[in-house]
């Protein structure tokens, strides 16, 4: 009697799961971030990004002549939690997923997505490892990763600058030091750069004549600066006074308006990578636009990298022309698409191609986008 | 050799700051036996007031040197008016007190300055105006020692010669080291000692004052926390020279200043807090009042 009972559950089961993947009239669109609790903000934009994507489509008549549905899961950022959320979404049968918002939660949700072969798009997660430990094939993003600073940083001292002798600092925080870390890693593989100091300095301290001095020493051409802009602020400005034309390269805790006030002219002739200027695409814009138009406020975070993230999953389900999952990923890897952050495609690793930042220049007291 | 001449200088400025701060530490820790946690908010209190000052200045014309030494002096005198009300409001009426007391009130203090600051003016960093010039008699050596460096020592030799004027020379002078010396006797042979820890109080407040102008025009910032830092690094001074001790303030201040210099010039900057505060434990442990500070006898 239990055999036959255990067999009827398991018939049951089938029908049921049939059900949900066969038989649907809908594509869904699974959203997962934090909805509630203090990280709230980071998830909510991409939420509402979606909600107004979702209504524009079906409005056009939707995706392979089907009405999207939106699955909205909240995961609180946290990665206990997202696991569950995963699994929700999978069990509803969602075709794509537009998340999730952190990358710990990211990380520990991917595993699930994976084994279901559901293409999944973070509008936030940084973390270098999602894209380039190859471990998540079903995973893209419309930010850059991390480590795309450093990337580019490096990429433009070699070629761009062309350096020697370098001097890396950072401020011993996880953000300052990580991108000092990848700058070492970065140059010290490309083999044409000598590295003579890389040092840790403390934040707030009075002076940093010392390792100005050192850095006259060791004769660097550059000073690479991982960190903030107050302390950037205090080494320029000490670099002047002590007459070393060393030229300083900086990450985008440096860009930022406060640096240019209180660097004043010492800061003119550094380079600082920061997020490219989105506010020539007409799209950017526009959503901006709607946004305001429908709540009546500013957008937030990753609301435009949410927006672009939701037109990207669902323009690859219509070029795939079904929610086959190799099909989607083929199109996601190879059809371009016009978002908010650009026009896109992913290349082999998940990121999106052409997003992210642009090394811009301090000259006459403003950053200058350098092409 | 340049290299450590660099150094040297480095460590030399640094450490003449820390002195000019330590001074107010301990001329108070030897009348009244209380670490005046909210001095290094005074320090913060005296570069804002002079960048206010210099903005003023700039608006109506002045310029370079003039609107340095008015800025001083109105920073000075502004943050006398602190150290004075300070006194008054967070320490007087705790001086019979038990001694953590008062230890929490100016923690107390220096939370609510700082604060004060923070709401007043901006949590931002916010540029000073670069009011030393440069000399052009010193631009051949202005990477080993610039003319702002110059300043700040000429500016803390002339304060410290008049410091010890005064309190070797003069009435009042005599009266302060009657009250370290014995409270009770001082105020038997008719020394206001109410005053006189006013006057102390007074005294130290301008010295961090004009600290925090000298190291604001010279590295072109300020914010609110800025006193919190250096705060501590001028109480480890004192402690270093022995706490209570005028010379040994000073000589702690140059100690340490050095010590950071040197250490992140020749080891790592990484370490310089590391090998710094080692020295502290090195220095107390074999000379536990500090290097120039005597033990006293506890009679009983």
């Not at chain 1, 549905?69 to 979404?89: F, S, V, Y």
């Not at chain 1, 200027?277 to 709540?295: G, M, Q, R, V």
């Not at chain 2, 000019?20 to 005046?36: F, S």
Request: with cysteine; hydrophobic share 45%.
């Amino acid at each position: 009697m239990k055999k036959m009972t255990v067999l009827f559950s398991i018939l049951a089961l089938a029908l049921s799961m049939s059900a949900t993947s066969f038989a649907s009239d809908t594509i869904k669109l699974g959203v997962a971030g934090p909805h509630s609790g203090d990280l709230a903000p980071y998830g909510i934009p991409a939420m509402k990004a979606a909600q107004l994507v979702v209504k524009q489509i079906n409005a056009k008549g939707g995706v392979l002549g089907k009405q999207v549905e939106l699955l909205i899961q909240d995961d609180q950022c946290k990665p206990e939690i997202a696991t569950n959320t995963a699994t929700k979404l999978v069990t509803d049968g969602a075709h794509v997923v537009l998340g999730h918002i952190c990358s710990g939660a990211t990380k520990a949700a991917l595993g699930i997505y994976n084994d279901a072969k559901i293409p999944v798009m973070s509008p936030s997660a940084t973390d270098n490892g999602l894209t380039y430990s190859g471990d998540y094939p079903n995973f893209f993003r419309t930010i850059a990763a991390n480590i795309s600073q450093a990337e580019l940083a490096s990429g433009y001292l070699l070629d761009t600058l062309g350096f020697k002798k370098v001097a890396i600092l950072h401020d011993k925080g996880d953000y300052g030091k990580g991108f000092a870390d990848d700058m070492k890693m970065l140059l010290e593989k490309s083999g044409k750069v000598e590295i003579v100091l890389f040092e840790g300095i403390t934040p707030g301290a009075m002076d940093y004549s010392s390792i100005v001095q050192k850095i006259r020493k060791n004769k660097a051409e550059a000073l690479i600066f991982g960190g903030y802009h107050p302390e950037a602020s205090k080494l320029v400005t000490q670099m002047s006074r002590k007459r070393l034309k060393t030229i300083f390269i900086s990450d985008d805790g440096v860009k930022d308006d406060s640096f240019l006030k209180v660097a004043g002219p010492a800061a003119n002739g550094a380079f600082v990578t920061g997020p490219r200027d989105l506010s020539s695409i007409p799209l950017n814009a526009a959503a901006t636009a709607e946004f305001k138009a429908e709540y009546g406020a500013e957008p937030g975070a990753f609301f435009q990298e949410g927006y672009s993230a939701a037109l990207a999953l669902l323009n690859a389900v219509e070029q795939a022309g079904s929610t086959d999952y190799d099909k989607v990923v083929d199109a996601l890897h190879n059809k371009y698409v016009e978002t908010p952050v650009g026009k896109i495609k992913f290349d082999s690793k998940g990121d999106a191609e052409g997003v992210g930042y642009s090394v811009y220049k301090v000259e006459n007291g403003a950053f200058t986008e350098m092409k | 050799m340049e290299y450590f001449l660099e150094l040297f200088f480095g460590g030399l400025t640094r450490g003449s700051i820390y002195a000019l701060i330590a001074l107010g530490y301990t001329m108070v820790y030897g009348i009244i036996q209380l670490i005046n946690f909210a001095h290094g908010e005074i320090y913060m209190i005296g570069a804002f007031v002079a960048l206010i000052v210099a903005g003023v200045c700039t608006i109506y014309g002045l310029s370079g040197v003039s609107i340095l030494i008015l800025a001083g002096v109105i920073a000075v005198i502004y943050a006398c008016a602190y150290g004075y009300t300070l006194e008054k409001v967070a320490y007087r009426p705790l001086r019979g007190a038990p001694r953590l007391s008062p230890l929490i009130s100016a923690i107390g203090m220096s939370i609510f300055l700082q604060n004060y600051v923070l709401l007043a003016q901006t949590s931002d960093f916010l540029p000073f105006p670069r009011l030393i010039p440069d000399f052009a008699f010193m631009e051949p050596v202005a990477h080993i020692i610039g003319s702002p460096e110059l300043v700040i020592l000429i500016t803390t030799v002339i304060t410290m010669i008049l410091l010890t004027l005064l309190i070797k020379k003069t009435k009042v002078g005599k009266a302060m080291r009657a009250t370290q010396q014995d409270m009770n006797m001082a105020r038997l042979v008719g020394v206001n000692v109410d005053r006189i820890i006013s006057l102390t109080f007074i005294i130290g407040s301008a010295l961090a004052a004009i600290g925090g102008v000298l190291v604001a025009s010279y590295i072109g910032q300020v914010n609110f926390y800025i006193g919190f830092l250096a705060g501590v690094k001028a109480f480890t001074a004192a402690v270093l020279g022995g706490i209570g001790s005028i010379p040994g303030a000073v000589f702690g201040g140059l100690v340490l200043g050095w010590a950071e210099s040197f250490a992140a010039g020749y080891i790592s900057s990484d370490y310089e807090d590391v090998f710094t505060f080692g020295l502290l434990v090195i220095i107390l442990i074999l000379r536990p009042a500090g290097i120039l500070g005597k033990v006293r006898k506890q009679k009983v």
